[in-house]
């Protein structure tokens, strides 16, 4: 995968793209200048094909490809197969014979080390990697955690890189028994507990609704937990517990824990378990108390009422209380943005470049404008937000670097003109 900012218009095939992740990389793909063919066995959505960013669906059996889906294939520089790994490793040694070699093969298991082992003893050629976004497909993915396993390295790999760090998301690289592993700790325990959690409260035959209303946050936090597990398809979690190496390992030592636990409340070892729960405090001291008011934010949003009348819903403090979480995240996020700039700002000092690149900032400019047309906002506002945005993170970079100062208007005043004009 080259440079995702070359003027020569690019082709972009997603096999499973009526999926959360797959609708998800679509779209990326497609603002970021692709020209998109989605395809899934299941019949279009109407909903995902975006003339405005050349994006289209075509319903296809991939195990069985037409000759227009080897068309496809074949001019296509990047196949990203968001499927399950028991349709996947079927699938591509059927779609493989039709790519050319440069072509970057994406998938997005969330279990890598099976599917390396398929791909060391497979005889394909083309450059591949995985990654895993550690969030839904429907969630706006700037600022979320993604884990890569690269089988196959090269510029095409370089260049996927570069184009996951510009969404903005936090790219963490590992090898594909590191990515199991860590998976093992960060879904196939916490999918187990949740999943533990709602069985022992469907065995007891309690109505839920009543519980609710009685529920302490969290209860209902693990509810809502379960409920959005409940909303996913169940091979996603499946895969999880069943194809993870390192999965059985962790259920057996979270087994072992709850049966350490019963013991000690059963034998009335109250010093041993204050001393559990030290080591516990102790483990996260570091983390606090970022994590404890996460969790007081958390119980307050699931304390708030349903809103379930039109009444409630034009409620002016409701809309307000809504709004105010908004503008948190966007303070939170744009915190986060000028650190990262602090950051690149040391390195560009390091290397001696240049603060100012012009080409970058019409790229940055250009890629918002495209999103933003994707959710109704005026191209003029995303000017005018990132004119003052951009202006800070330079202010942020002369004053690490140093030297002569160059302004921001004059290093790109064609992209520009209209954000000028309105600060004046």
Known sequence: MSSVTSQQPRH????????????????????AGYAVTGLDIAAPSDSLADNAHSLRVLQADVLSPSN????????????????????????????APHLRSDCLIVDTLSIKSEFSAFVDQSNLKQPMVGIN?????????????????????????????????????SVFEMTPSEHDRTMALLQTLGHALVTGFGLTLDESSAPLADLLELAPPPFKVMLSLLARMTQNHPDVYWEIQSHN????????RMLAQLSRLDVMVNTGSRLDYHLSMAVLRNALAPLNPGLGDT????????????????????????????????????????????QLIREV???KKDNQTAVMQPDRVLQVIERCKARGR????????????????????????????????ESLFEASPSAFTSTAESLQ
């Not at 969630?139 to 903005?168: C, K, Q």
């Not at 039109?310 to 966007?330: H, T």
């Open 245 to 252: 190496p390192y999965s059985q390992e962790i259920r057996t």
């Open 133 to 169: 976004p550690m969030f839904s497909g429907d969630l706006a993915p700037a600022g979320r955690p993604v884990a890569l396993v690269s089988y196959r390295g090269g510029d095409a790999v370089v260049g996927l890189l570069e184009w996951l760090r510009a969404w903005p998301v």
């Open 68 to 95: 227009q889906v080897k068309a496809e294939l074949g001019t296509a520089d990047i196949l990203v197969l968001a499927l399950a790994q028991n349709v996947l490793i079927k699938a591509l040694p059927v779609l």
């Open 345 to 347: 700002a040391q390195s």
């Open 295 to 338: 969790s007081r934010k958390i119980f307050e949003l699931i304390n708030e009422r349903p809103v379930n009348t039109e009444a409630s819903r034009q409620n002016l403090g409701d809309f307000r209380s809504r709004i105010d979480r908004i503008d948190d995240q966007l303070v939170d996020l744009l915190g986060q943005r000028l």
């Open 374 to 405: 994707a959710q109704h906002i005026r191209e003029e506002l995303i000017e005018q937000l990132y004119g003052l945005i951009i202006g800070e993170a330079c202010q942020i970079e002369y004053d690490v670097v140093g030297g002569p100062r």
């Open 12 to 31: 972009a095939v997603v096999v499973g793209v009526l999926g959360s992740i797959g609708q998800l990389l679509a779209r990326q793909l497609a603002i």
